[in-house]
Each structure stands twice: as C-alpha cells, then as structure tokens.
C-alpha cells in the first residue's frame, strides 16, 4: 500500500474485535513512531503499550468510558518529555513532534491492518496515577490499537481549492 492509499483508507475505528495484535505488527507500529522527525531531533515522545486488561479497564474510566478502549486489545498512551522548549513559529515543540509520531504510528497501524483512534478526551492526571507517569512528562494523546470490528463509511472532506492558496492566504 503507498503512503497515500493509507491515508485515504484510515478511518477512526470506535468497534474493535477482541483477536489479539500480533508482536510483529506491533512492533512495526512502534517502529513507525520512533522514526518520525522531531525539531531538532530531540525525539521527546514515549510510548507506553497497555495490555494489561485491568489497566484498560483503568484508561477506560479515565478516557470518559469511550469504549474503544475497553473493546481494543492495546491501548497506546503518547508522552511526551521536554516541555520546555517553543519553537520559533509559537508552537510548542513537543506536541507538534509526538503529534507527527502518533500520525506516522497511524498509518503504519493501517498499513499493517489494524485500526486505531486519536483521543484526546481523558484526564491526563488520571492517566498519569494510573501508568505512574512522572510529573514532567506530559500525557499527549491515547488510541487503543487493534482489529476493526467495524469500518465507518467515508466521511466528506473539503475541496482543495477550499484550504489550498498559492502566494498568500486568499
């Protein structure tokens, strides 16, 4: 598949099957994360792999009881150290990096057949007691990881010429 097949392919998957992850594919996904660009290369993302059914159970509450979480075999929580440094642009750099390692983890997800969702709705500080994250170390995103059960149609997307300009925002 090429990178722009996955991307058009990926849906956020809220229905997954219980059947396990194989190690390979989970590997890869990790893989796909690790090798992301990051400003200035400080690779600040870490990467926690929960299958431990009660801690699932955990995030679970902790995510507003979205039951994707509950219903995939993995959840993965994205972290991120380094919270000091602003990039030049304004925006904080390590969010913008682990963001585009959660992104590339995604595709590489699809690639390998399995389904994930972005979540961003869950007390960070709950999940932080949960996982024994350190104080410094900021809890960036989650997606549970795993075999769709269901594949949501294809939802409509703007034109390019709706968010495209050449030579200034016109």
């Not at 992850?21 to 993302?45: D, I």
């Not at 410094?136 to 795993?146: E, K, S, Y």
Request: glycine share 4%.
């Amino acid at each position: 598949m090429d990178v722009l097949s996955a991307i058009k392919e990926r849906r956020s998957i809220r229905k997954f099957s219980s059947k396990p992850v194989e190690k390979e594919k989970l590997n890869k996904v990790l893989e796909a994360g690790r090798l992301a660009p990051s400003a200035r290369n400080t690779q600040p993302w870490r990467f926690i792999v929960v299958d431990d059914k009660e801690l699932i159970q955990r995030l679970y509450h902790a995510s507003q009881d979205q039951h994707q979480v509950l219903e995939a075999p993995i959840a993965l929580v994205v972290c991120t150290e380094g919270l000091n440094r602003t990039m030049m642009c304004g925006q904080p750099s390590h969010t913008v990096d682990a963001s585009i390692a959660l992104s590339f983890m995604m595709l590489e997800a699809q690639e390998q057949g399995l389904g994930t969702c972005w979540l961003g709705m869950f007390d960070p500080n709950m999940v932080r007691a949960i996982l024994d994250i350190p104080e410094d170390v900021m809890v960036m995103a989650i997606t549970p990881l795993g075999y769709a059960e269901e594949i949501p149609e294809h939802r409509s997307r703007k034109s390019i010429d709706d968010i495209v300009y050449y030579n200034g925002y016109k």
